[in-house]
């Protein structure tokens, strides 16, 4: 199967990537950051504690580190409590794009709430599960597995549990794991007709 970049499906529906206003990351990880480069001068948006973990993370955040520092932008948790996290950021003041401090996987590590236009709610989640089971059921990764990738254990159970607590709160929420295919078949495709 050929590789695609995360450029191809932006120019595959024919959108201009100069019209991106901003990428922004869940995480710092490579598997999270790689397809930066495919965006050159686009600001990419992150917490002071990730830009530190991107800065002393050693080789996990090479990838990271290797992006354009000067696309580079922090954002702090300006906002009140949202969604039982007690710190928010709301990036364009309207609420549909809110993000929350969830560490634990990574210092920095966000969820960001989507709000669509006809009102389809989203959270993505990044790592902080890698499966959607993660938070339904509260299965956190195996210990031996979380310990070596120097995840903060009781950081990454308080993030999980105000997630799960979302879950039962406000089913019409649509969780989606970074690694898990099945939030992403319910996210709407660009197309050309959008244009
Ligand atoms: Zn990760």
């Given at each position: 199967m050929p590789l695609k970049t995360a450029a191809d499906p932006l120019d595959a529906a024919g959108y201009d990537r100069k019209c991106l206003r901003s990428i922004l990351l869940t995480h710092a990880h490579w598997d999270h950051v790689s397809g930066v480069t495919d965006f050159p001068g686009v600001p990419v948006l992150v917490t002071a504690a990730e830009h530190r973990f991107i800065n002393e993370?050693?080789?996990?955040t090479v990838t990271a580190r290797s992006?354009?520092?000067?696309q580079l932008r922090e954002y702090a948790f300006d906002g009140g409590p949202y969604l039982g996290f007690d710190h928010s950021h709301d990036l364009y003041g309207d609420g549909s794009i809110v993000m929350v401090p969830a560490p634990g996987?990574?210092?920095g590590s966000v969820v960001v709430f989507l709000t669509l236009p006809g009102g389809a709610r989203y959270a993505l989640?990044?790592?902080?599960?890698?499966?959607l089971e993660g938070i339904l059921e509260r299965e956190e990764r195996p210990w031996a597995t979380s310990k070596a990738m120097g995840e903060d254990a009781v950081a990454l159970r308080d993030s999980l549990l105000r997630m799960s607590a979302i879950v039962t709160r406000y089913p019409q929420i649509t969780i989606v794991p970074a690694l898990g295919a099945r939030g992403y078949v319910s996210l709407p495709q660009w197309s050309r007709s959008a244009l």
């Open positions: 993370g050693g080789w996990v992006m354009d520092k000067s996987h990574k210092p989640v990044g790592d902080l599960a890698w499966q």
